[in-house]
């Protein structure tokens, strides 16, 4: 059998995926993988996801810069979600969310409403390049 038949694809052949830092062991953020996109990361020791908005592979990185390096991937009990263990690096390391933040999980639940923790460490709207008209 073939590691990826091995994975419990949804209705649309995609698989959860968390990505994990190295060290700190903070979760960056939850993405999408088609099979295409987990034999890639595999192949190529970075992250490649699946955009569902935009129906194609995302390369994490290639707009932004923000590229994650993957030391490990795992796969839970269930085999339907992966555990990606990454370096975040790029042209400012430690920025994995596209709002400019470490993380995506920047806002956390107090008191009948959500918070935001985390700062902005650089404003999106320059770390990507404006959309072609």
């Known amino acids: 059998m073939n590691w990826l038949d091995e994975v419990k694809w949804d209705a649309n052949g995609l698989v959860p995926v968390i990505a994990q830092e190295k060290g700190s062991k903070h979760v960056l953020m939850f993405a999408w993988m088609n099979r295409e996109a987990l034999e890639k ?29 993957v030391h490990q991937i795992r ?25 400019g933040r470490h993380s995506c999980f920047f806002s956390r639940y107090e008191n009948g409403r959500w918070t935001v923790t985390e700062p902005v460490l650089k404003d999106p709207a320059t770390i990507y390049p404006p959309s072609p008209r």
């Not at 990361?41 to 994650?68: C, D, I, N, P």
């Not at 979600?81 to 709002?99: D, M, N």
Request: net charge negative; proline share 2%; with cysteine.
């Open 75 to 99: 796969m839970d009990c269930d085999n339907d979600v992966l555990l990606l263990e990454v370096t975040q690096t790029g042209h400012e390391p430690g920025i994995a969310c596209h709002t």
């Open 41 to 69: 990361t595999a192949e190529l020791g970075r992250a490649v996801y699946f955009s569902r908005s935009r129906s194609k592979l995302w390369f994490k990185g290639e707009e932004s810069g923000h590229v994650q390096t």
